[in-house]
Structures are given as structure tokens and as C-alpha cells.
Nanobody, 119 residues
Framework: QVQLVESGGGLVQPGGSLRLSCAAS????????MSWYRQAPGKERELVAG????????NYADSVKGRFTISRDNAKNTVYLQMNSLKPEDTAVYYC????????????WGQGTQVTVSS
């Protein structure tokens, strides 16, 4: 049974920080690229950050560069998103995604966690 379970979302004031976690099970985590996406009401889902299967190499949306950091711990089957200097524009549901490093047709989504940045 494949599972991706996000946690760590919530309400935070502008300028604050949150750390999201995504715990994976039911597949070989180290064979998958991991990404964080987000979707605000009325907007398309967008890629926020990605990390290769072995860790180390990352990519970020321009809107979050310098503020967000993606990391993974393959021993714990978990990927993280550290979010600093949060802005109201960061408000969205955040989803983690697993994509097999070789087989493009094999991927999984979590249910999402709400992040609200508001004063």
C-alpha cells in the first residue's frame, strides 16, 4: 500500500517559518525523485522544489529561491520542505510527489497539507 503523508502545515504570520514533512511507505523511496507542489484556489498546481533520488541536487521555483529548502533522508523515507520568510502569496495546499527516476509513468501523490500565511 503506497502512502505519502504530509504534515507540518498550519497558520503562520508573514515572515514566519514552517517545516513540512512527507513520510513515504509502500515503495522503494531511494528510487524516486521527490518534489513539493502547491496549489492555491483558482490557480494551477505548480512545482515548488525538487530533489533527485540520491539527494544533493535540487531545483526551485524562482518565487521561492533563497527562502525554501528541500531535503530528504532516505534512511527515514522522508522528504522535507523548510519554508522561511513566508509571504501571503505562499498560501496554498502543499503536496509531495514521488516520481520514479526511470519510469515516467510511475508516480504518487500525497493528500496535501494546508499552509496559510496571514496577519
Amino acid at each position: 500500500q503506497v502512502q505519502l503523508v504530509e504534515s507540518g502545515g498550519g497558520l503562520v504570520q508573514p515572515g514566519g517559518s514552517l517545516r513540512l514533512s512527507c513520510a513515504a511507505s509502500g515503495f522503494i523511496f531511494s528510487n524516486y525523485r521527490m518534489s513539493w507542489y502547491r496549489q492555491a484556489p483558482g490557480k494551477e498546481r505548480e512545482l515548488v522544489a525538487g530533489i533527485v533520488s540520491a539527494g544533493g541536487i535540487t531545483n526551485y521555483a524562482d518565487s521561492v529561491k533563497g527562502r525554501f529548502t528541500i531535503s530528504r533522508d532516505n534512511a527515514k523515507n522522508t522528504v522535507y520542505l523548510q519554508m522561511n520568510s513566508l509571504k501571503p502569496e505562499d498560501t496554498a495546499v502543499y503536496y509531495c510527489n514521488a516520481q520514479h527516476k526511470r519510469l515516467n509513468g510511475i508516480g504518487y501523490w500525497g493528500q496535501g497539507t494546508q499552509v496559510t500565511v496571514s496577519s
